[in-house]
């Protein structure tokens, strides 16, 4: 056992939360991930519409259970291989598109990530976690925010750097946080000041 | 002097007459009392029966079903309008209506998926789930009369029999013979259904394609273009 900050108890704690966490990721596919005509982009625009619905569904849905910010398209989401079908890399590319459309989908580059919470609301979310908290008017490191102690448990810890920098700006346009970038790409000396 | 003649003797027969015929209406008047307090005691008993039994009518699809039948003999339909006698009494107009309502909710809400038909079997378990309470076992029969009333608002929704699947349709138009043919070659496998086996049929090319395309277009057929079979969603279970 290594206890790591803190007491034995705390460590406890940790792992207990942890395990809850894991098992309350059991996500259940929904029925029409094992039917195949699923992973074709239907030529009917109306039936096209209610499959990518679908996906957007499960895309949202997968990756929150999962906690998993960034859509890897060579995963298990796109692909079952039970009934032996997958999304082409066009049909891969059009659900994203469409992800991104409405609003649950954000691209950074070739990168995609899922937002199961709007930013808009992954702002107030991160916002309202730092009043409560008496931070206003404090620096904190992004870091803090996204892999801290202090926001265990919170929906946002774990969050992927650039989309917790993405969320701050959009405070930053509402006036209720000001970001410090510092000198690395990687925002690991980035910083945040709530208002 | 002969009897029964004179004149004494056609009073005494108007006499006998007119007390006959006073009887006849007496006679017909304890009968029209001793009815009226038949029908009294029925009518209470009916009221006993219906109170009693309102909830089993309610809850249970067989009690349910036999009532129907004993009112289909008797001559009463509790259905006919809900401000009926039958339909007062008992609250079984309300039940139909109800059914009614949340069939069509049911069918609107998975029509984006299946096109708008729907198996008999999944409409009673989704309709079951849904609500709850005094309404555990919805069954097809339930189901029939409910559309049947349903019927007077227009015809948006029938039962169409597909092979040995009963299916809700909840679109507008006829399915023709050629497409019914189809689901049901589709509901005999799984919900997947080939070219081949309609080509199978002796039908043309183009009458293949053409039925597809009309339940393509209709949205109750998928296509899978890995083996460019063509599935049914109403039919698919995983």
Known sequence: ?195 | MRRNVGIGAVNKKRLAREKLAQKGTEIAEIQVQQVSQQMEVFKQSLEEFATKYRTEIKKNPEFRARFQVMCAKIGVDPLASSKGFWAQLLGVGDFYYELGVQIVEVCLATRPTNGGIITMSDLCSLLGRSSGKTRKDIQPDDIIRAIGKLSVLGDGFKVVKVGKDTLIQSVPGELSMDHTTALEVAGRNSGRLQVDSLEKLGWTSLRVESSLDTLLDQGMLWVDEVDKSYWVPAFFHA
């Open chain 1, 1 to 195: 056992i290594n206890p790591g900050n803190g007491s034995v108890k705390q460590w406890y704690q940790r792992r207990v939360r942890e395990t809850n966490l894991r098992m309350a990721t059991d996500y259940e596919f929904p029925w029409q991930y094992n039917f195949p005509p699923f992973f074709t982009i239907q030529p009917v625009v109306k039936t096209k519409e209610q499959q990518l619905q679908s996906w957007r569904s499960l895309i949202c849905d997968y990756h929150k259970a999962n906690r998993i910010w960034e859509v890897d398209i060579s995963g298990d989401v796109f692909r079952n291989s039970k009934i032996s079908r997958q999304l082409s890399p066009a049909g891969i590319r059009t659900v994203l598109q469409n992800l991104v459309e409405e609003g649950q989908g954000v691209m950074q580059g070739e990168r995609c990530f899922v937002l199961w919470n709007s930013v808009a609301q992954w702002a107030s979310l991160i916002h309202t976690w730092a009043l409560d908290r008496g931070l206003a008017n404090t620096v904190l490191t992004l870091f803090e925010i996204h892999s801290g102690d202090d926001t265990e448990g919170e929906p946002f810890h774990t969050m992927d750097v650039w989309l917790l920098h993405h969320v701050i700006k959009y405070l930053e346009k509402e006036g209720k946080a000001e970001l410090m970038l510092g000198d690395s790409a990687d925002f690991s000396d980035a910083g945040v000041k709530f208002f």
